[in-house]
Structure formats: structure tokens, C-alpha cells
């Protein structure tokens, strides 16, 4: 399966922005889907996730302001990104399991989509 993430940009402190994952096939197997994001220097962190039983996760910066979401007719996993800020601006993966949990290691990874906040 081939994750692709879409829906990066620029975009000024406080804007909204929808990041989109495709998989290239179903994704009802996956038991878990998450957004992590990696700025230069630093490792890759979990932003989000959303476990096939139905529950998500955030860190606690992006409460309030993020939402996961996920489509198992559409092979989609959504990021609905709201009240940005230049702190946010960091590389966003998407990436999934078949058996692991949201903590466990990933199966599958997409290549990124930059998102760029500014002030």
C-alpha cells in the first residue's frame, strides 16, 4: 500500500489548513493511521492518530485546534488543522500499521507534505 499526503502550504498564523492521506488501496486492515511531522534537526513526532477501534490521540500542543479523521470507504485519513501557528510548520507524514498500536512502529509511510506557518 502507498500512502500519498496532499493539502500543505503556506499559510499565515491562524489559518486553517486540510492535509489529506490516499492510500493506494483499503485501509480497513490498518489498525492504526498517523500524522507525524518532523522539523530539520529534530527526530519525526506523533502529532496524531486514529486506532481502528474508533479512538484518536493528540499531543497536547495540537488539542483543540487539530481533528483526525478517517474514511475507510475513501482509503483517506484526514487532518483538519485550524488556529496555526509558526511552531506548526514542520514536514507532515502520514503513516500506518497493520497490527501495531498508534505508539508501535510503522508499517507504511508517505513522503511528506510541508506546511509553512507564518506570522
Known amino acids: 500500500v502507498q500512502l500519498v499526503e496532499s493539502g500543505g502550504g503556506l499559510v499565515q498564523a491562524g489559518g486553517s489548513l486540510r492535509l489529506t492521506c490516499a492510500a493506494s488501496g483499503s485501509i480497513v486492515s490498518f489498525n492504526a493511521m498517523t500524522w507525524y511531522r518532523q522539523v530539520p534537526g529534530r527526530e519525526r513526532a506523533l502529532v496524531a492518530a486514529f486506532s481502528s477501534q474508533g479512538n484518536s490521540y493528540y499531543v497536547d500542543s495540537v488539542k483543540g485546534r487539530f481533528t483526525i479523521s478517517r474514511d475507510n470507504e475513501k482509503y483517506t485519513l484526514t487532518l483538519q488543522m485550524n488556529s496555526l501557528r509558526p511552531e506548526d510548520t514542520a514536514m507532515y507524514y502520514c503513516?500506518?500499521?497493520?497490527?501495531?498500536?498508534?505508539?508501535?512502529?510503522?508499517?507504511?509511510w508517505g513522503k511528506g507534505t510541508l506546511v509553512t506557518v507564518s506570522l
Open positions: 503513516a500506518a500499521s497493520n497490527w501495531g498500536g498508534i505508539f508501535d512502529v510503522m508499517d507504511y
